[in-house]
Each structure stands twice: as structure tokens, then as C-alpha cells.
């Protein structure tokens, strides 16, 4: 079976079987670009349906809405929120026209939601009209992005519990590892001592920054432009409508959610955005340094590091027989790029709005969501799949530090930097250890030296004038 719709363009016919109308499918044929879809986003159409029903609800306070409709709107909303109606949601995600085919297709079919529940057919939009009464009071231009904040302010909910869970699964492997002492590296040259644990505690403390700060930047979210209409003056609606859509929207959300102070400056300013994916790209930046840090850990495991065992995932090598890749932080590396160039997408998108709309917003919101996906997923996927089963390998780190020439750095306090330096440049040239050269220039005892040099001394220096004399008296 089938229907025809029309709109000014003309007409077309229909399955039957279909929510959507004509607008939709009009720019289902015109944009076929990324082979994503509203529906691959829930978060998105959840959001545009507690939109809808607010603007019903606030429509119907004002009386510009007759209650029957409101109940149904607000009815076909919330079928929208079981999720039922997701398939339905079939516009690409990247589109042009500033998100109205978006809008078109949350209108038409909650109207035809609505039509069937009131013992309509589909298309009698004479009863439930997409426009005359799904979008009352609204534009694209405000609803749209409306949709996009809660959207965004949703699916970072759902990404905070992964980053937290990555953090802990560091933070927990750190405590493991509190005891195996190894070297600290800059510049890829020896350092200083420290331990794994400390190593892996800094991970973790990375990530927990990183999750306040995109707790604190989600605020931006909850400030919208609803009542606004086309340009912010508010054209076609009640002149309390903006405040009373909030207020319902607040209620339908739980959230905080406020109107912009000013709705013309509001409309086309995309600055929350850029706030938000600046915020996914800082984590982005850290995690990937993260992830370049646990392959050289795990690097060997007879000719690198060797100093973690990454747990071993699959065959590395289709031609080298017993190779296994760091495949798990290799693929978190992956995602982090992509986030960092989804920022940069983001940026040029904000920037690219004219006059009193952005139209480009179609791309920030892809690209917000789109990251926000793989981060929560590259998190769980390192906590579980590596994270958690890694293992220390406790002499390789050992021999290390006690073979390492930067060592010397705990004696500079001591036999002073001149002494210190002479004695690594024999220990580079010999390849003698720091220790055995002390011992032999007769600067310190072998106690002193074994004292100095113990793991509990390196980590935690002596630099006080006291114990100074104390080893001077020796």
C-alpha cells in the first residue's frame, strides 16, 4: 500500500508502511553521504522528541495549541522515546539546509505518530500537520540545535562512566606495581628512578583531569536558543514562549537547561561546540600519548623495553612467525587521531556561519557525536582488553636502573656535579656501572653507595643539610 504527500515542490508517492513524509524522503534521495543516519545516533532523536514535546506543552499553556493535539504530540513523543521508531529516523547525517531535514523528519513522523494513535492514516495531515503544528512557535534555527546541545549533553553522560572506568582499571594496576622499581626516561634518555606504579598512576590522573574538565565544559550544553525561531527575534511566536518552553524543557529533562540571555547572538554562535570538542580533543591528545607510552613499554620483547607484558591479543604477522602487536593502544591511537581532526572539522564549521545562522552545523554535530562514540568505546576496549592484563616483568626494569648511568643523579647531591659528570662519561665510555666507578675513585664507602642507591633512596632523595653531614661524618 501507499499514500501521496505533496509539498510546494510537488508531489510524491509513499509506502505505506513509512512514518516519515515527503520532506524526508526528498532529502533521503539527496543526501546519501556518509551512510550514517539519525538513527545511528538515539541520543539525537530522543532529544528532538523531549524538544517537540516541550514546545507542545509550552504551545498549549499559551493557547496557541487546543489540548487534544498537545496529548497526541506529547504521546507520539513519548513512543519516540522507547525507541521503536528509530528506523524511522533515515535522514544522512551530514546534510545541507542547516539541519531542516532533520527537523522535517522528527515533524512528520511524530505527526504521523500521532495520526495513527487519534484513528488517522498516515498523510491526513489535516488533523496533525508536521509544520502548522509539530513545528508551532519554532524554526529549524532553534530546535535543531536545541536537539544537538541535549544530544551532546546525553551521550557525554554516557561517556563519563568509560573514562572513569579506564582511570580506575590504571589506577588499580598502579597499586599492583607500586613496588617494581625502574628508570624514568626523558627524551627517550635515561632519567631519573621511579616506579611502574607512579608511571601508571599518572595515567590515570591524566584521565580523571580529563573528566572534569569535560564535566565542566558540558555546562555550555544546557543554555539553548528555543524561541528564537529564524534569527532570534522570536518571529511567530508568543512573546513568552521562550521562557515557558524552557521551563518545559526542564521539566521533561531533569536538567538545569536555561534560555540564552540573548537569542540573536544565540543563534548562529556555535562557541559551545568548539568548547566541547576542544575539551574531547585535550583528552584525545593525552590518551594518545598514553597509548604511544604502553607500546614502548611493551616494546620487544627481546630488542626494546621490555618492561610491561601488554596482553597478547592475536597473531601480529601474516609472514613473521611469534610477533605479537600492541593492536589494542594501537587502535586507541587510531580514534585519538580521528578526534583530533574532527576538532579541526569542528572549528572550521563554527567559523563558516554567516550573518545570523551556521549553517554547517549538521557537521559539528556528526563529528561531536561521531567522536564521543569512539572515545567511549577506545576507552573500555584499552581498560579491558589491555589495561587490565598487564604485567610487570620486575628484573628487565630492575637491571635497568642499576645498569643505567643516570643513577649517577643520586650521588650529584653528595660527590658534586663535576664528579658526578666524570663519572658518566667513564661509564659511557667503559660501559662500567656508576656504582663500581664511584668505589674505585674512592669518593664514597660501598655502605654509602649501597645506601644512596637503594630503590627507597632513589625514589625518595635525601637533598637536606642534615643528611648531607650525615654522610660526610662517614
Not at 597509548?291 to 620487544?300: A, K, Q, T, V
Request: with cysteine.
Amino acid at each position: 500500500m501507499s499514500r501521496v504527500e505533496h509539498d510546494f515542490i510537488g508531489e510524491l508517492e509513499l509506502s505505506d508502511d513509512v512514518f516519515y513524509g515527503v520532506q524526508t524522503f526528498r532529502a533521503l534521495n539527496n543526501f546519501d553521504i556518509t551512510g550514517e543516519h539519525l538513527c545511528d545516533y538515539p541520543n539525537f532523536i530522543y532529544a528532538y522528541a523531549k524538544v517537540k514535546k516541550a514546545a507542545a506543552l509550552a504551545n498549549c499553556e499559551l493557547k496557541l495549541l487546543d489540548q487534544e493535539k498537545c496529548d497526541y504530540i506529547c504521546k507520539a513523543c513519548d513512543e519516540v522515546l522507547t525507541g521503536k521508531y528509530n528506523d524511522q529516523f533515515v535522514v544522512d547525517m551530514l546534510q545541507g539546509g542547516a539541519g531542516t531535514s532533520t527537523n522535517m523528519n522528527t515533524n512528520e513522523v511524530l505527526a504521523n505518530i500521532g495520526l495513527t494513535l487519534m484513528g488517522h492514516k498516515k498523510g491526513e495531515y489535516q488533523f496533525l500537520h508536521p509544520n502548522d503544528h509539530l513545528n508551532l512557535s519554532q524554526s529549524t534555527n532553534d530546535s535543531y540545535p536545541t536537539a544537538i546541545k541535549l544530544a551532546i549533553w546525553a551521550d557525554l553522560a554516557d561517556l563519563y562512566p568509560a573514562i572513569a572506568q579506564l582511570r580506575d582499571s590504571f589506577f588499580a594496576k598502579a597499586e599492583e606495581m607500586k613496588d617494581v622499581i625502574k628508570m624514568g626516561r626523558t627524551q627517550l634518555q635515561d632519567a631519573v628512578p621511579m616506579t611502574l606504579g607512579q608511571e601508571f598512576h599518572a595515567f590515570g590522573t591524566m584521565l580523571d583531569e580529563d573528566l572534569e574538565r569535560l564535566k565542566e565544559a558540558s555546562t555550555q550544553m544546557l543554555s539553548v536558543n528555543m524561541g528564537g525561531t529564524a534569527i532570534g527575534t522570536g518571529i511567530n511566536a508568543h512573546p513568552d514562549y521562550p521562557k515557558v518552553v524552557v521551563k518545559y524543557l526542564r521539566e521533561i529533562t531533569g536538567e538545569e537547561i536555561v534560555s540564552s540571555p540573548d537569542l540573536i547572538a544565540a543563534t548562529p554562535d556555535c562557541s559551545g561546540y568548539v568548547h566541547v570538542m576542544g575539551t574531547l580533543k585535550r583528552m584525545a591528545v593525552k590518551l594518545s600519548k598514553t597509548c604511544n607510552d604502553l607500546r614502548l613499554l611493551g616494546s620487544g620483547p627481546r630488542c626494546g623495553l621490555n618492561e610491561v607484558n601488554l596482553p597478547k591479543m592475536q597473531p601480529g604477522s601474516s609472514i613473521m612467525p611469534g610477533k605479537v602487536n600492541p593492536v589494542i593502544p594501537e587502535v586507541v591511537n587510531q580514534v585519538c587521531y580521528h578526534v583530533i581532526g574532527a576538532d579541526v572539522a569542528v572549528n572550521f564549521a563554527a567559523e563558516a556561519g554567516q550573518l545570523q545562522l551556521n549553517v554547517m552545523e549538521p557537521a559539528i554535530a556528526y563529528e561531536i557525536f561521531k567522536s564521543i562514540k569512539m572515545l567511549k568505546q577506545a576507552c573500555v576496549t584499552l581498560a579491558e582488553k589491555c589495561v587490565d592484563g598487564i604485567t610487570p616483568n620486575k628484573d628487565v626494569c630492575l637491571n635497568f636502573v642499576l645498569g643505567s648511568i643516570g643513577i649517577v643523579t643520586a650521588l650529584n647531591p653528595y660527590i658534586g656535579y663535576e664528579n658526578s659528570a666524570s663519572i658518566a662519561k667513564e661509564a659511557l665510555v667503559t660501559g662500567k656501572r656508576v656504582r663500581d666507578i664511584a668505589l674505585e675513585r674512592g669518593l664514597l664507602t660501598a655502605e654509602q653507595i649501597d645506601e644512596l642507591l637503594t630503590p627507597e633512596n632513589m625514589l625518595n632523595p635525601k637533598l637536606s643539610a642534615e643528611s648531607r653531614a650525615h654522610f660526610a661524618k662517614k
